[in-house]
Structure formats: structure tokens, C-alpha cells
């Protein structure tokens, strides 16, 4: 009998270049840097001991003169005991997979790759140290770029472009945590870009809704916290303003028009094994004819985890009749359920039989009874016909699915509208043609 060798892994060897996919790789968008230290930020306020009798805040100040970033919570912040540990830690978090917004321990490092300097503060209060430090974030990439046969190990670069101290100081009743980034460059200047940075931090962060322009907030707030485990909204401000939702009673649509939304509708997303995967909310509009205007903040139904937004607004645009319906409507659907994991980009979900579910229950709930409404209100429009000629029964049919058999993953393929559509989507697609309605005549006569 052959005798085996148990390997004990002293061959295993953590590259360097592991830390340039945690920086410049893992991030397309300069912006997603706010977005994963306002998480660590939060995710600190969560675990704070004293969150609900303390103001806490995030505050972010941007200064393009000298080219620097400051993101500060005033949370926990990090005992000094176990500062080093956590500081140097890559790729590892003590954070519960399901409660923290973030726990794969590279959210940090987001801001390395658009900065020469980076520097993280942080103190617990009643201590009298702080803990610093800093990356040489110029080094780190001139070592990532040269092409060397020996190339470094993770610990061996980290080593060389990281310092750590800890100074005296004197405000023991202070605790926070500090980022820092020096020397900040990115495409186009996105970074220092003000109105760029508000708008998507009131899309992505999770912040409260402005009840002077959403008249509905507090109906919201009030379901939500009544139904989700946990609905938080944050004190987040840039260069001293604060951050809301963009979320109004009107939205914008084509030609310079408006349309008004009249009521909210709630609804869960049911999951067959336990809890429901999430709840969420849609505002109704008042003529649901033509889309939002693109590029209008509020458009879309949006999908968060921890009250922070996963992907964009087109993320479930395929749980729909056609893509473009999910610009026809506002609202969010929050994710309530730990079967449902946001991957590292937090652009969607990890693979798994969960997600497949989760996206077919919103698209049999949400996105056909929507699509439904939307092509009979855009046949109305397009017949010059008054509701209240329409049959009571077929009012009765609007936002209500009629499908009871599973709903299959829908393909990014091209929708071929059936012949009665034809109209609708010509209305929907050239509403700006001058000779759309003699077109539409003529196709009535055929």
C-alpha cells in the first residue's frame, strides 16, 4: 500500500498583483470609491454601541485645488490595540457575512488606485491613541507596472508602501475612523465633479428621502421599518450638504412634460423556502404615457441591500415586457433575505439558485403586470379612447398578473411587438416625429 503525502499548502504563494485586482481592477467607476467607504462607514454606525443616542454622521469634503478627498465618521472607530491588525488586514474582515454591508475586507483599498498618497485615522473613544496609516500609493503602482521575473509577494509590497504609527492625542472623548486620499486624479475629474458626486451618492447612499419634495416619504419610512429587519437612513453630507433621495411627486417626461405620481404600491417578494426575499415600493403614475426622461436620477425601480443601491437603474430592466418599461416607473425594492449575496462589485447578486428566483419573482410580480399597463394605457392614447368607454372588467386587469405558471429567465434579445402593438411602440419610440400621427392614421385605415 503506496504511502500519500499530505501537502500542508507551503507552496502556496499570494502575488502581488492580487493587490492591483483589489484597487484599479476591481472599480470601472471612479465614484464607486465614496460609495464603499460611506459602507464601512455605516457598517460602523451599525455596530456602534451608543448609535441611537449619538448623532452620527459621515461627511465627505471634496478639494479639487489641492486635489484631496476626506471621507470622516464620527463611529467606533478602531482600539489601539487592535488597529495594526485591522489596518494591514487585506482580504479579511470580521464582519458577519448577511448583517454588514461589507465583509470581504477590500472596500479600504478602493481609493489606492486614483491617489499618490492614502492615509487612514482612526481612534475608540476613551483612548488616548491614534492609529495612522499610510500607503505610497505612487510606489505601489510603479512596482505593479515594472516587469520583474521575481516579482514580490502581497506581503512583500504591502511592506514596502505602508507605514503605520501611533501619536498621543488629546481628545479622549473622540472616536472616529479618517480616510485621506492625496494627489487624486481620475477620468475626466469625476472625482471633484460636485454635482456628479451629489447625484449618485442620493441614488447609491443610504440616505433618508426629502419630505418637502416626496410627499409620500414618510408612508415609505413608515412600511419599510415596519417590515424589513433592519431599514437605516444616515447623516451623509458633502462639502457640508446634506445627501437625500431624488425622489419627487413629479417626474419629467418627453417634450418638456410632467407627470405626477398619485399613490404608492407595496408589495413583497415572495420566496418559497422561508422569509421573502425583499419588499419594495412603486410609485403610481397619474398617465403612465412615455418614459422618464434618461438621465433623470429617480428612474427605474432600483434594487438595494442595507439601504445602499446594487448596479444601476437598468439592473432589472430585462424583468420586464421590454427594457425600456423600467423607465417608466420609480420605486425600490429592498433585499431582506442572506440567500441573496451582492458579489464584490456589487453590480448584482452572486450566481445561485436564489438569484435566478429572486428575478423571476419580480418580473412575474412586478415587471408584466407593469408592462401590461403600460401597452394598455399606450393603446388608449393611441385609439383616442376615453377610460370610461373601456370595459370594467379590462380596467380591473390593470397592474394585476394573470399568469400563473413559473416565469422563465428572460434573454437580452430584441422584443418583436405583435401586430396591435405596432402602434404603441411607434408612439413610445418616435413621439418626436412631426408625421407620427399621419402614420398612425394611415395604419389605422390598413
Given at each position: 500500500?503506496?504511502?500519500?503525502?499530505?501537502?500542508?499548502?507551503k507552496s502556496f504563494k499570494a502575488g502581488m498583483y492580487l493587490l492591483d485586482s483589489f484597487t484599479s481592477g476591481m472599480y470601472n467607476d471612479p465614484l464607486i470609491i465614496y460609495r464603499e467607504y460611506i459602507q464601512n462607514a455605516v457598517d460602523s454606525i451599525d455596530m456602534s454601541s451608543d448609535w441611537q443616542d449619538v448623532p452620527f454622521e459621515v461627511t465627505i469634503r471634496l478639494?479639487?485645488?489641492t486635489r484631496r478627498i476626506t471621507i470622516r465618521d464620527n463611529a467606533m472607530g478602531?482600539?489601539?490595540?487592535?488597529?495594526?491588525?485591522?489596518?494591514?488586514?487585506?482580504?479579511?474582515?470580521?464582519k458577519t457575512l448577511g448583517k454588514m454591508r461589507g465583509f470581504r475586507g477590500i472596500g479600504r483599498l478602493g481609493g489606492i488606485a486614483f491617489s499618490d498618497r492614502a492615509v487612514f485615522r482612526t481612534k475608540a473613544k476613551d483612548e488616548e491613541l491614534e492609529s495612522i496609516q499610510e500607503w505610497?500609493?505612487?510606489?505601489?503602482?510603479?512596482?505593479?507596472?515594472?516587469?520583474?521575473?521575481?516579482?514580490?509577494?502581497?506581503?512583500?509590497?504591502?511592506?514596502?508602501?505602508?507605514?503605520?504609527?501611533?501619536?498621543?492625542c488629546q481628545n479622549t472623548e473622540e472616536s472616529?475612523?479618517?480616510?485621506?486620499?492625496?494627489?487624486?486624479?481620475?477620468?475626466?475629474?469625476?472625482?471633484?465633479?460636485l454635482d456628479r458626486v451629489r447625484r449618485y451618492l442620493s441614488q447609491v447612499a443610504p440616505v433618508p428621502f426629502n419630505p418637502e419634495s416626496f410627499s409620500f416619504a414618510q408612508t415609505i419610512d413608515e412600511y419599510l421599518?415596519?417590515?424589513?429587519?433592519?431599514?437605516?437612513?444616515?447623516?451623509?453630507?458633502?462639502?457640508?450638504?446634506?445627501?437625500?433621495?431624488?425622489?419627487?411627486?413629479?417626474?419629467?417626461?418627453?417634450?418638456?412634460?410632467?407627470?405626477?405620481i398619485e399613490g404608492i404600491n407595496f408589495f413583497q417578494i415572495e420566496n418559497s423556502k422561508d422569509r421573502p426575499f425583499a419588499h419594495g415600493w412603486y410609485g403610481r403614475r397619474e398617465k403612465l404615457l412615455g418614459a422618464i426622461n434618461r438621465g433623470d436620477d429617480l428612474s427605474g425601480i432600483r434594487v438595494r441591500v442595507g439601504n445602499i443601491q446594487i448596479g444601476d437603474a437598468h439592473l432589472l430592466d430585462l424583468c420586464f415586457r421590454e427594457p425600456r418599461f423600467n423607465g417608466y416607473v420609480i420605486g425600490e425594492i429592498h433585499v431582506d433575505s442572506p440567500r441573496l449575496i451582492p458579489n464584490s462589485r456589487r453590480d448584482d447578486f452572486v450566481d445561485n439558485t436564489n438569484k435566478g428566483a429572486f428575478y423571476n419573482a419580480i418580473e412575474k410580480e412586478i415587471g408584466l403586470p407593469i408592462s401590461k399597463e403600460i401597452r394598455f394605457q399606450s393603446r388608449l392614447a393611441s385609439n383616442q379612447v376615453s377610460p370610461a368607454l373601456v370595459p370594467e372588467q379590462k380596467k380591473k386587469e390593470s397592474f394585476i398578473s394573470d399568469s400563473t405558471e413559473p416565469?422563465?429567465?428572460?434573454?437580452?434579445?430584441?422584443?418583436i411587438?405583435?401586430?396591435?402593438?405596432i402602434p404603441i411602440s411607434l408612439q413610445d419610440v418616435c413621439q418626436d416625429c412631426p408625421n407620427l400621427s399621419s402614420v398612425l392614421a394611415f395604419m389605422k385605415q390598413r
Open positions: 500500500m503506496s504511502k500519500q503525502t499530505i501537502s500542508k499548502g478639494e479639487p485645488g478602531v482600539p489601539s490595540a487592535l488597529a495594526e491588525e485591522v489596518l494591514s488586514s487585506v482580504g479579511s474582515s470580521n505610497d500609493c505612487q510606489n505601489l503602482r510603479r512596482l505593479l507596472a515594472e516587469q520583474r521575473k521575481d516579482a514580490f509577494t502581497l506581503e512583500d509590497v504591502f511592506l514596502r508602501v505602508t507605514t503605520f504609527r501611533q501619536e498621543q472616529y475612523f479618517e480616510v485621506t486620499l492625496s494627489g487624486v486624479s481620475s477620468f475626466r475629474n469625476q472625482l471633484f465633479d421599518s415596519g417590515t424589513l429587519s433592519s431599514y437605516c437612513r444616515y447623516n451623509i453630507s458633502l462639502n457640508g450638504e446634506r445627501i437625500r433621495k431624488p425622489y419627487r411627486d413629479s417626474v419629467k417626461i418627453s417634450k418638456g412634460n410632467t407627470d405626477h416565469v422563465s429567465p428572460r434573454k437580452d434579445k430584441p422584443v411587438a405583435p401586430p396591435d402593438d
